[in-house]
């Protein structure tokens, strides 16, 4: 849709936090009042908006997932592999720190699975936490903050490795197991479909290095 690729170039920016509905109307060459045959406000295209930039990508990390042991190992991989795409495509990252501003980091769906994620390790005894939210604002709250560092340029190589130890501390785990954990060589990622405008990244690389394509 394209007021969906115009808000992705405007939120997609450092400051695009401040998009307005008309700034995104201007963008896509429609009337305001053609906006409201989309979206009743800047909520609804918010919420569609980060559905559309984590849908594919997310489907990509749980395949990877897939081949883990448990929610330590998960969790872990899930952290690293969405900072490790902040760096590689600042337009996506930017537009998923901005577009998250005073909601919920990468939307409403990812919340409710990192929710999930979080009381099946403490289901386990991964994770003694007495409350799944505690744990799922630790991830969600520490992914947005280290997302805005990594954007900013000002954190070392890796940093998305450093933060998925502490978000894993933070969360109950030893130091011993979070250390081995988050040292271990990310799994391959099936690719992104390459006709997604949404994610500009190539992945697939090994041990979590992810390659770009030339920005369009």
């Known amino acids: 849709m394209d007021l969906l690729a115009s808000a992705l170039e405007l939120f997609g920016r450092p400051h695009g936090r401040n998009t307005r509905i008309e700034d995104v109307c201007a963008r896509a060459g429609i009337s305001r009042g053609t906006f409201y045959n989309y979206f009743t406000g800047i909520e609804p ?12 990508f997310d489907r990509s990390v749980h395949a990877a997932m897939e081949q883990l042991a448990g929610p330590l190992e998960r969790t872990s ?5 969405y900072l490790h795409a902040t760096r590689v495509d600042s337009r996506w990252g930017w537009a998923v720190v901005n577009s998250s501003v005073g909601r919920t980091l990468y939307g409403n769906r990812i919340t409710r699975q990192v929710g999930i994620s979080i009381q099946e390790g403490m289901d386990s005894g991964d994770f003694p936490l007495d409350n799944p939210d505690v744990g799922r ?3 969600l709250g520490t992914g947005i903050a280290a997302s805005v560092t990594l954007l900013n340029g ?7 490795e450093r933060i998925a130890r502490q978000v894993l501390l933070g969360l109950g785990a030893s130091s011993r197991r979070a250390t081995v954990v988050t ?9 992104v479909e390459t006709g997604s405008i ?19």
């Open 183 to 191: 040292a271990r060589p990310l799994h391959q990622l099936p690719r």
């Open 45 to 56: 295209l918010l919420e569609a908006l980060s559905d559309a930039l984590t849908h594919d």
């Open 198 to 216: 949404f994610f500009r990244g190539t992945l697939g690389a090994p041990a979590g290095r992810l390659r770009t394509r030339p920005a369009r």
């Open 137 to 139: 604002d630790i991830v």
């Open 77 to 81: 991989a899930a952290v690293r592999y």
């Open 154 to 160: 000002k954190a070392p190589d890796d940093y998305p």
